[in-house]
Each structure stands twice: as C-alpha cells, then as structure tokens.
C-alpha cells in the first residue's frame, strides 16, 4: 500500500516553497554566490540531548524532505516577493530562478530508532543547496521523530490494545494534526479520527458519535437506538448524562430490539476510566453482552493508559488526543543541522556545550543474541563492525526512495523487539543507551581543534 495518494502529493506541494525558510538562508546563499563559493557540502541533523521522559526517538519525516527536495524550485511568485523585498540582486534571483537541488540525501530509514549525537539524516550538495534546504528539512524531521516516539510509547502502554489518535482538533495547526495521524500509525496505532489523514496517507479512519448527537436528542435511549439502526456495528458515547445509567439504556436497547441489535462496542470520555470500565463489563456480562467491548478517552497519555492497564480494566482501546497531538511532555529536541564537512576538509564547532564532531559520518549499531546493545558513530568510509544505519535515500537526479508507512510500522515494530527492555520503559533508564565515537573522529577532532588554535593565536 503507497504512504500516500497522488493527490496528497500535490496538496501538500502546494506548501512547501523553497521560501519556508530562514531569511539568513538566502543572505547566506547570496554571500556564497558573490565570493563564488560553490563546493561540495555535508551537512547532518542530530539532537545532543534526549529528552527527560525519553529513551528512544523514531525517525520519521523523510518522505516530506524527499519531496521537497526534488520538487524544489522558487516559482515567479518567489522570486517577485524576494525582489520587492530588497537586498537581494539581480544576479542572484536569475540564478534562484534556475536553482534546483541536485544533492544526495542519506538517512536513518524510517521507523529507526535513534538516539543522541547520531545524525538522522545527512545532506551532500553543493553549498547553496544545501544550505537553503536547511528550515524545512528540520521542520518535518523533528517534528514528526517526536510525533512518533510519543506515540510509540503509548502503543507500548497499551500491550496490544487499540490506539486510535483523536488529537486533530488540539493540534498546533492542520500541518501538524496530519503528521501525528501518520506517526501514530507509523509507530504501531490502528488508526486516526482525522478523514483527510485516512486519505492522504491511506490509514484507518474511526470514529462514530459526539455528545452533541445525543444531547440534540430529547430521549438517550431514542438517541441510541436511531444511530444504531443508521450505522450497525457501531460504538454509542454512554457518559452524556451518566455513564452507569447510559450503559443500562443500552442492555435495555439491547433487550428491546433482540437480533436486531447491533452495537459493537461503548465509550467511557469521562470520571474514573478503570471503575466505570469494571463496572460497566460487569454490566454487559450479566446481561449477556460480552461480545461488546469498552473504549475509552478523555486526557490520556502513555502513563495513564499504563495505570489502566496495569490496573486490569476491562478497556479494550484507547483514544488519545491532546497530550499525543502536542507532545506534552516532551514537544522539543535540541536538534540542529550542522556542516561537518566542505571542500573536502572537516569543519568542526567549539562552541560551549555544542562541539562538533568534523566529517562525514556514519552509524554503525552493533548487536548481540539479537539486541542491540551501542552504536558507535564513525567516518562514513571506516570499517567498523556493526550495520550502517545512514542509507541513501536520494541519488544525484535519481528518483528518490519510496517511503511506505507500512513498512516503516514494520521496521519500528522490529527495531522495538532488539531494544533492549530498560530503554522500552517509561521511566528513564539509569544509563542512557551507549552511543560513543570512533576513536579516528576523536583524533580528527583533536587534531582541527589544534590547527585551529594555532591560526587563531
């Protein structure tokens, strides 16, 4: 199944101008032109720091920057905008107006599991290139890696169970609601309420009922029963007015209309999830209904779905919105985009707390008895044990790789299975996972270190 329609492609082309990007990115870019500053470049993006309640990060995102990589072009809007504008010349908008990307793009593939100081995704191109491209391109990454690591982390609480994303409407823009949908079924979550998702990114869409429906109704009961024969097999919202007394107008539904019946399941949005749950399975058990299953909302995240679990409520799904929507714990990496490499010489950074590493690099994970258990991070060329996790994913005027969200579910599902336990949890591991660096790159390091304090004596 494609990770999206052709359709999808086209509207989301529609937003991503070559101007989502950092005004400095084109004062760079015209600095570079007037000093005829044209040669190879490798820039790399990559987080320092995992964030507090993490263990992991999902890499997800890439589809979006292979296509506005190759789609790439300022259009005569553009171009008309920058001029009017000012401060940019002539010369320089001719050659935007030619401009178009015609690097190589290497990348953790999709559903990875990253961790700090690994570059996720590596830009070779000449410098103009790939210096312009730099905005969008950890935009989409950051964005959407977190998107997954948290969403991953509630399918993990859930142990099985049905996840469904219901944070469209508390999400920080339509851009943003369509990419969680996408993560959360990318990271092992059955589906989204958001209709456009389903059909961008071809996933399962649920939903059924809001509170509105049953309140435009004078009688709950007659509100049950008319969406029940409208839609059978479906899930009826019980907490309108009381969810004791809403789960006892649908036995007596169920009691009323006999084979005619057809409810598949109930949703609890409100109080105490696990005592209603318990009480309410108690419920449709007595009277016979076990077929129908429990769903349950209202300000979720993986700690509370954990707690329900471990609590033994009968809840057979979940849905969760706001706090997957905005990443509430954890909505921000220290993720940069940074050139290690131009010329064919290493460029490094000093910069408190913020050093560098120079060159290209690659990721190298090494595993035993089918666990992983570090990743060393090395030039690209060196000959380290382990498998490379950079891959390329865009070739010099090559179509670029397919990215399939079913196959990145796949690999991440795999991924999961060769983690270690400690780094599976919730609670932060007493040690961080090991990533550490070649002993070559410490030496490149020390070394430019050493010439470049020597010129600047």
Not at 289 to 300: D, P, R, T, V
Not at 371 to 376: A, E, L, Q, T
Request: hydrophobic share 40%; with cysteine; aromatic share 10%.
């Amino acid at each position: 199944m494609p990770d999206d329609t052709d359709e999808g492609r086209q509207l989301e082309a529609r937003l991503r101008s070559p101007l989502f990007t950092d005004l400095y990115e084109l004062t760079m870019a015209q600095a570079y032109e007037a000093e005829r500053m044209c040669g190879e470049a490798v820039f790399e993006l990559t987080f320092r720091k995992m964030p507090e309640p993490r263990n992991y990060i999902v890499a997800a995102g890439i589809g979006d920057v292979l296509d506005f990589l190759t789609n790439f072009r300022f259009s005569a809007s553009d171009l008309e905008f920058l001029g009017r504008r000012g401060g940019f010349s002539r010369e320089f908008l001719t050659r935007l107006e030619s401009l178009q990307f015609t690097g190589d793009v290497y990348a953790m593939p999709e559903g990875s599991i990253v961790f700090q100081n690994e570059p996720l995704v590596q830009i070779v191109a000449p410098i103009v290139e790939a210096q312009l491209v730099e905005t969008f391109v950890l935009n989409q990454i950051h964005f959407q890696s977190l998107a997954a690591a948290k969403a991953s982390r509630i399918v993990e609480s859930a142990q099985g169970r049905t996840v469904v994303d219901f944070g469209s409407r508390r999400s920080h823009g339509t851009d943003a609601a369509l990419k969680v949908a996408r993560a959360t079924y990318l990271a092992g979550g059955h589906g989204t309420s958001n209709v456009l998702a389903g059909k961008l990114y071809s996933i399962p869409v649920f939903g059924t009922l809001a509170h509105s429906y049953i309140q435009a109704h004078d009688d709950e009961s007659a509100a049950f029963e008319a969406f029940a024969t409208v839609y059978p097999g479906t899930t009826l919202l019980v907490d309108t007015y009381d969810t004791i007394e809403g789960v006892r107008k649908v036995i007596e539904l169920k009691r009323r209309l006999g084979e005619r019946f057809r409810v598949s399941a109930v949703r609890l949005d409100s109080g105490d999830l696990g005592s209603l749950a318990v009480e309410s399975r108690r419920m449709f058990d007595e009277a016979g209904l076990m077929e129908i299953k429990i769903f349950a909302s209202s300000g979720l995240d993986e700690y509370k779905v954990q707690n329900l679990v471990r609590s033994g409520a009968p809840i057979d799904g979940f849905g969760v919105g706001t706090n997957l929507a905005v990443m509430e714990d954890a909505p921000a990496l220290d993720m940069a985009y940074k050139l290690v490499e131009y010329g064919g010489k290493g460029r490094l950074k000093l910069s408190s707390k913020k050093v560098l590493y120079p060159w290209r690099k690659q990721v190298f994970r090494q595993s035993e008895n089918g666990h992983m258990i570090r990743d060393v991070v090395g030039r690209f060329d060196e000959p380290i044990s382990g498998e490379p996790l950079l891959q390329p994913m865009l070739r010099r005027f090559e179509a670029p790789a397919r990215i399939d969200v079913n196959e990145s579910r796949k690999r991440l599902e795999r991924e999961l299975g060769r983690l270690p336990n400690q780094y599976r949890r919730l609670d932060k591991a007493d040690t961080p996972y090991p990533v550490t660096f070649s002993d070559r790159l410490q030496c490149d390091l020390a070394s430019l270190r050493s010439q470049f304090e020597r010129v600047t004596r």
